[in-house]
């Protein structure tokens, strides 16, 4: 056990994987001498540049996602360091129109064990903060991760890294050089699976990312005035666990679901959609969405903060689905 | 090496094939005239090496790496009996595999990134074995081309890419569209290799790319290969080509790669004229009856997968962790 900060568990993930397994290599700008950007790759040259698996790349973001589906499909395991979450958009046609198609395409004679780091949301940068969520989200094969806590980023990277298809891991920038925490380097987290962060019983806030921590934030505030929320931390946003949020919603009676990302594709939709399917296509408890408005991320410092929600912003709508539920039960 | 009689045959069932296709699929993109790149730079590589050909002649690389011209043409038909079970297309993506690489979409120029990413792949475990690539000069102008070969120049990649002009890309024309004076300067300003050669004369391409396999697997690097070539037929079934006159193509008629082979075998003894035509004749009738033959699966159920998770495919592919 070693306390780590996520960033530094995420490379110690990287390192373990590079030493266990002779496949895997990383690629990507400014990950040699320098580090890696935010000090992504720490470490890694020294550890392996000499035996040419650290690969310091020029800004050809498609070709570093494209030759790393080409190396996959050989039988390398890669990792692309792609610095931002907004670079993913160069990338999409290896990526995911064809690189998440390969498995389904060949019936599993040929898959793409890949995995592209991304650094997301609003964070210490001014800029870079567009996530691109939903747009990866819309196509079938690809898997997402989204860790929130130092021992999720170590279990989750190791996880996509052994796995047989494209995974993309979002690492947001207001948590990665966050507190530190213990990390046990044995614990196996699988990719699809959420977690409660913590129990309550009035009602339930579903989110991910940074959006976790200001979910958990409200939650403090709420408890001060006898409402108990329960939160739930996505930590892959593909394969969803529409399975888990449900359980907790029909729990607690109520849902708030709360993203960073943009409304219309993405979790909150993807969530809705899933807890509708059922025999009757309703959910049995109210579902409300919290989302930044549908435009692009603003420069402002106080547009910025205003455009994502704000752990004012959970708490009062989580105050406000109950006395709606209250007025609803009294009408 | 591929003897000069097997490369005239290759090609020889490299027509066959194509042309029955164009009887039988309005779908299909005819490759006439453009055989002796794709036959004379595939020839002479190894089952470790990295095949990635352009999708205009893909089929006939495949052939000619053994695969039955049954398979191919259920692939091409999308039935059941082809290579991905009616799950992709097998005339763009044939025989996908570890050393074999095809279009997973329809877009033009991520294969040359696959194509140099299987090469860096080679480069770091099996050294001495070579990636080729093949692209149009439509693909030729595609930005993430450019940016593999400066990856591949920049990690010195064992790689040879040959660009089959057959100087349309559609309608476009190669000597409107490629801006330049040739399009292998591309190459040589990034300190690649570069030649530029007759893409109708199959011997031409079979030395100048194997040239370049010999410097990739001795450790050289990548190279360029510009083979200038033709489009006899359109770009597509029924394609009106109001772009192009029709003196223009009998002129490209007369520089026929079959033709031209043929002749030269005869003329050294090689090849009996008679028996040059009966062979052909047979190789026509053969491919002709197996691809109507293999038009008449289509009624044949698949079985559909539901999910595209790699896992859920093939489940002893689930993660071991």
Known sequence: ?331 | MTTELALWQAMVEARAFDQAMCRHNGHWHEARGEEAVFVGAYADLGPDDVVAPHFRGTCAVALQRGTSPETLAAGVFGTRGSDSGGHWRGDICPTPGPRSIGMFSGSLGTSVSYATGAALHLARTSPGAVAVCSFGDGTANSGIVAESLNLAAMLALPIVYVCQDNQYATSLPSAVALAGERVSDRARALGIVATDIDGNDVLAVREAVGQAVARSRAGAGPSFVHALTYRMGGHYMNDPETYRTPEEVAAWAERDPIARLQQLLVGHGVLDPAEAEAHSAATHARLEAIVAEAKERDDEEITPTVSAFAEDVRPELRSAS
């Open chain 1, 1 to 331: 056990m070693t306390r780590m900060t996520m960033s530094e568990a995420i490379v110690a993930a990287v390192a373990d994987e590079m030493a266990a397994d002779p496949s895997v290599y990383l690629i990507g700008q400014d990950i040699g001498v320098f580090g890696g950007p935010m000090q992504s790759a720490k470490g890694l040259w020294e550890a392996f540049g000499a035996q040419g698996r650290v690969i310091d790349a020029p800004i050809s973001e498609a070709a570093m996602v494209g030759t790393a589906v080409g190396a996959a499909m050989a039988g390398s395991r890669p990792i692309v360091d792609l610095m931002f979450a907004e670079f993913l958009a160069l990338t999409m046609t290896p990526l995911a129109l064809e690189g998440a198609s390969v498995a389904f395409r060949t019936r599993g004679q040929v898959t793409v064990p890949l995995v592209v780091r991304a650094k997301c949301g609003v964070g210490p940068h001014r800029g870079h903060a567009e996530s691109c969520v939903g747009m990866l989200m819309s196509f079938p094969g690809l898997k997402v991760a989204m860790p929130t806590t130092p021992q999720d980023a170590y279990s989750l990277m190791r996880s996509a890294i052994r796995d047989a298809n494209p995974v993309v891991v979002l690492e947001h920038m207001s948590l990665l050089h966050g507190a530190r925490a213990e990390v046990d380097p044995e614990l196996v987290i699988p990719l699809g699976a959420a977690a409660v962060r913590r129990d309550g019983t009035d009602l339930t806030v579903v989110a991910s990312g940074l959006m976790v921590q200001r979910a958990l934030r409200a939650a403090a505030e709420l408890a001060k005035e006898g409402v108990e929320a329960e939160v739930v931390d996505l930590r892959s946003v593909a394969p969803l666990d529409v399975g888990l949020a449900r359980a907790s919603a029909e729990r607690t009676g109520a849902l708030i679901v709360v993203e960073e990302s943009w409304p219309g594709s993405g979790p909150a939709a993807a969530l809705c959609a899933g807890l509708l399917d059922t025999p009757l296509g309703r959910t049995g408890f109210p579902v409300r969405l919290l989302q930044p408005p549908a435009t692009p991320v603003p420069f402002a410092a106080s547009l910025e903060t205003a455009f994502v929600p704000s752990v004012a912003d959970i708490a009062h709508a989580a105050r406000t689905l109950r006395s709606t539920m209250r007025g609803t039960v009294t009408a």
